[in-house]
């Protein structure tokens, strides 16, 4: 996992970087409870998937980075129905301070408005990094 300070963006809430980057996993599935007001919801991450990405959300879970968050957008339209949450400001601003490269999913099916075939279609219940542009990704989640 390679992470790279965000010199522009401080931390929203203090955290160390991730562990050294030639150690981190990429086998396996790891179980994580997200403890909400609205009841808990039970994640499955692949790290085969998206090895980096589970690496930083347990780091950042594992420092009490998202303790007491609220999720911050809702989207309800046709195209984009997300529930985003990840950032301890409430803005949908805020970070850990560090960015890594996108891990995009090569299994999703291509989005039918898209004729580059670029743009994919998550299903309902898949976890995704919510991010500002190709490799920002932080802290901020969708699904």
Known sequence: MRVHRNPGQPAARPVPLPPD??????????????????GTLPL????????????????????????HTT?????S??????LQCGDPTATGEGGPGYRFRDE?????PPAPSDPTGERRIYSRGLLAMA????????????W
């Open 71 to 75: 999720c911050h957008r809702l989207t």
């Open 21 to 38: 980057p030639r150690h981190t996993p990429d086998r396996g599935q790891v179980g994580v409870a997200v403890f909400t007001n609205q």
């Open 104 to 108: 995009l999913p090569t299994t999703l």
């Open 77 to 82: 339209y046709p195209t984009l129905k997300v």
């Open 44 to 67: 499955r991450l692949d790290r085969a998937e998206a090895p980096c990405t589970v690496q930083s959300f347990l780091h950042l879970a594992g420092h009490g980075f998202f303790t």
């Open 131 to 142: 991010n500002a542009g190709p490799d920002t990704n932080g802290s901020q989640l969708a």
